[in-house]
């Protein structure tokens, strides 16, 4: 995760004196609102993609559901973002996308600090209070963000916006994976999930959603530091 870090600031800069760039860098060293808003976007997925993976786990492993049962819980979180997106996208058009994606990137944060309490014993129902939290937040924050990036550059830049945000989406994603997998080789190491390392298991899930709850704060910061928009025309 570091070295991936590292390599991808070295890129930007190269990119920054290439003659013929994959990335129009100006975008991201000239324009605030566009730097900030993927920025914002990159901590977002990083701190909440591994959600999935850990809650499936806990739920099967530690809860001893099946697999279908895991699912449809899991699925709230989608869910109330896919009912809520087309929403939270038009009332950013009428209030300021920074306010609205910094208050989902809140609820966000809270949502992950409420999971990072998991223990054996806690309940489905708080379960599913953390993800109807979680829902609602990538809600607020996903649509008025991506408005917020399509809305800081004139009509020539919209194809290159469009690709920095899924490249924000896909290398966040690989973030939250690698720093999940890593903390659970720490704790449980190449083991299967069983009943002697249940209680490991449960200590790595909690680390890391504090962690991710701490990384969306930061995401909080950023998405408040972007500012209005200020398209490069």
């Known amino acids: 995760v570091a070295a991936g870090m590292f390599l991808g600031i070295l890129f930007l800069f190269y990119e920054k004196t290439a003659r ?3 990335i129009e860098t100006s975008l991201l060293f000239r324009n605030r609102t566009f730097a900030f808003s993927n920025l914002a976007a990159l901590i977002n997925y990083s701190a909440t993609s591994a959600i999935v993976f850990l809650l499936s786990l806990y739920l099967q492993y530690i809860k001893h559901l099946g697999p279908r049962e895991s699912g449809l819980i899991i ?3 989608p869910v109330l973002m ?7 996208g038009r009332l950013s058009d009428h209030i300021e996308p920074r306010i609205v994606a910094s208050a989902g ?3 966000c944060t809270t949502g992950l600090f409420i999971l990072s309490g998991l223990q054996a014993e806690t309940s489905v129902e708080w379960l599913l209070f953390a993800l109807v939290v979680l829902g609602i ?11 917020a990036i399509m809305g800081s550059v004139s009509r020539e ?13 896909l290398t966040g994603q690989m973030m939250s994976m690698g720093i999940a997998m890593l903390v659970l080789s720490v704790f449980i190491g190449k ?23 701490a990384l969306s704060l930061l ?8 500012g209005r928009n200020n398209t490069i025309k």
Do not use: D, K, W
């Open 219 to 226: 995401g909080v910061f950023a998405s408040l530091a972007r």
């Open 137 to 147: 937040g990538f809600a607020l924050f996903s649509s008025p963000n991506t408005n």
């Open 75 to 77: 699925l709230t979180q």
């Open 191 to 213: 083991n299967p999930i069983n009943p002697s390392n249940q209680e490991a298991f449960l200590h790595a899930s909690r680390v890391l959603f504090l962690s991710f709850s």
């Open 20 to 22: 013929s760039p994959l």
């Open 157 to 169: 830049y919209l194809g290159v916006a469009s690709a920095m945000v899924g490249t924000m989406r």
């Open 105 to 107: 990137m809140a609820l």
């Open 82 to 88: 896919a009912l809520l997106s087309p929403i939270t």
